[in-house]
């Protein structure tokens, strides 16, 4: 279709719509974006489209929404997997979008909703400071034993592909949206965390993981975007967030 990309999203947080903006960044697509919105505008068009897509498309839960065309899709592993295959960041093999959907559905699984949950470990409407101690407990037990865990993982990943001479990236030679969505789940606990993984960085264990987070960061596209004024700052009330008493390191 040749009609434009619209991402649906709230203003004023990178969010799980962030990932959106990075393939779209990466690829050069031209796309709009309700963030240059009002906070109130873009709820309300974020309200407008969850309360029915139209169109043929069916009510929808929560955002990040991709309008293209009629097409109105939700999730975003669902929303990447559309626009992996189109805009060439979905691996050169057919097979190889299952397998860059699987690396980027657990790089979600653990460096996103787990680190989400460590702020709300109760309930999402909770607010924090109604649930400050669990908070405290969750985050440290993640840091003594989750982060280095995800971290492990993506360094075998990575390693593996560098013995078998295949490249440096999560599929190997090819970049995909996989090392984006990787990069931003590595970014955000880095505001969320920063000592736990300053000091993991500095074990050495994870050498690989974190050059794959300068190396995306460094992309033309991508360090453009970064720089501009498209990159919402992270705050706390978003998926990632810093809470001074969560800034646990390892025993």
Not at 29 to 46: G, I, K, M, N
Not at 117 to 122: F, Q
Not at 149 to 175: C, D, I
Request: net charge negative; glycine share 8%; proline share 5%.
């Amino acid at each position: 279709m040749a009609a434009p990309y619209e991402l649906i999203y709230y203003a004023g947080v990178p969010g799980r719509g962030e990932h959106v903006r990075l393939i779209l960044e990466e690829a050069g697509a031209p796309y709009q974006d309700t963030q240059f919105l009002s906070f109130d505008e873009a709820r309300q068009r974020v309200t407008t489209w969850l309360a029915g897509g139209g169109h043929g498309n069916p009510r929808y839960f929560a955002p990040p929404l991709l309008k293209h065309g009629d097409l109105v899709i939700s999730q975003t592993p669902n929303i990447l997997l559309y626009l992996g295959s189109r805009l060439g960041l979905a691996g050169e093999q057919e097979d190889d979008v299952y397998r860059v959907n699987a690396l980027a559905l657990t790089a979600l699984d653990g460096l996103s909703n787990e680190v989400h949950d460590a702020h709300h470990p109760i309930a999402v409407m909770l607010p924090y400071a109604d649930q400050r101690e669990e908070s405290r407990r969750r985050s440290k037990e993640w840091v003594q034993s989750r982060l280095p865990s995800h971290l492990a993982y993506w360094q075998k990943v990575l390693v593996e592909n560098e013995e078998r001479g295949s490249g440096p990236w999560l599929l190997g030679s090819t970049f995909t949206y996989a090392d984006l969505v990787l990069f931003q789940c590595l970014d955000g606990t880095h505001y969320a965390f920063p000592k736990a993984m300053r000091q993991a960085r500095d074990t050495g264990k994870y050498d690989r993981v974190f050059k794959l987070w300068e190396d995306v960061k460094a992309r033309p596209n991508i360090a453009a975007y970064l720089a501009s004024s498209r990159r919402q700052k992270y705050q706390d009330w978003g998926v990632y967030r810093h809470y001074d008493d969560n800034d646990v390191i390892a025993e």
